[in-house]
């Protein structure tokens, strides 16, 4: 009797050792597992080579719409500036401009034209001589398809000024139909000889006098050769 109380008091001690032995590790699982960080998710960053590749292509649309607007100046143009009509001839390279003008008002002139576009702004500057007086004039418009509106600034080399508004049609994108305009040229005509003045007329005629004159068998006088006089006139090449 005894015996058996012994070993069943023995029993319940090892089943009550085994029973906090596992519950210590349960435990020490469960406060490790709350310990342990959780796992971190990097963020996702977009991809550079999309953007890269993305981006040059909308700037190279942009740009070559830009160019395409530009480009449609190249050709002939007619302004018109209040009462004067100007034909002009316009040339592109990325955003410079360059040609030349002609007009019949108020005389015939042609004009050099150099100037800048962006985008749907124009500034052009033509430089012409008009009766012997230099003009610049200065147009600053906005073109759009094919028409030039907008205002000049006109002024002249004996201090002139005038201003007004401009309005231009592209006639032809073509640029070998333009033709400058018929200038009279004002020119100088050099004498080849040397300017007789009256000191060397003097000297001639006291020559030709001192030389005797000579008769025809029926009394008139026969005509001096001047060829024979040459080395008694004078000769100075300034004609002094």
Same mark, same amino acid.
């Given at each position: ?5 012994? /070993?069943?008091? #023995?029993?319940? %001690?090892?089943?009550? &050792? =085994?029973?906090?032995?596992? +519950? ?5 699982? !469960? ?6 960080? /959780?796992?971190? #998710?990097?963020? %996702?960053?977009?991809? &550079? =080579?999309?953007?890269?590749? +993305? ?5 190279? !649309? ?56 962006y ?11 008009q009766d ?11 073109a759009a ?63 030709a ?11 008139r ?11 008694t ?8």
């Amino acid at each position: 009797m005894n015996l058996r109380r012994i /070993a069943l008091s #023995v029993l319940i %001690t090892i089943t009550l &050792i =085994s029973g906090l032995s596992i +519950a210590e590790d349960s435990n020490v699982s !469960t406060n490790e597992s709350e310990v342990l960080p /959780a796992e971190v #998710v990097e963020p %996702t960053e977009p991809a &550079i =080579s999309d953007v890269e590749t +993305a981006a040059p292509e909308e700037t190279e !649309t942009t740009d070559t719409a830009a160019t395409a607007e530009v480009k449609a100046l190249e050709g002939n143009w007619i302004l018109n500036m209040d009462d004067a009509q100007i034909s002009m001839v316009v040339y592109q390279s990325d955003d410079l401009l360059f040609g030349a003008a002609n007009s019949e008002t108020p005389k015939p002139w042609n004009a050099v034209v150099s100037g800048l576009a962006y985008e749907d702004v124009v500034e052009l500057e033509m430089l012409s001589l008009q009766d012997g007086v230099l003009v610049s004039t200065l147009i600053t418009g906005t073109a759009a398809e094919g028409t030039l509106t907008g205002s000049f600034v006109q002024s002249d080399s004996s201090g002139k000024v005038n201003k007004g508004s401009v309005m231009g049609f592209l006639t032809s994108p073509e640029t070998s139909g333009y033709e400058p305009a018929n200038v009279p040229t004002a020119t100088t005509t050099a004498t080849a000889t040397a300017a007789v003045t009256p000191a060397t007329e003097s000297a001639a005629t006291a020559t030709a006098a001192s030389v005797p004159a000579e008769t025809t068998e029926d009394g008139r006088k026969k005509p001096v050769d001047v060829v024979t006089l040459k080395d008694t006139i004078p000769y100075s090449p300034f004609g002094i």
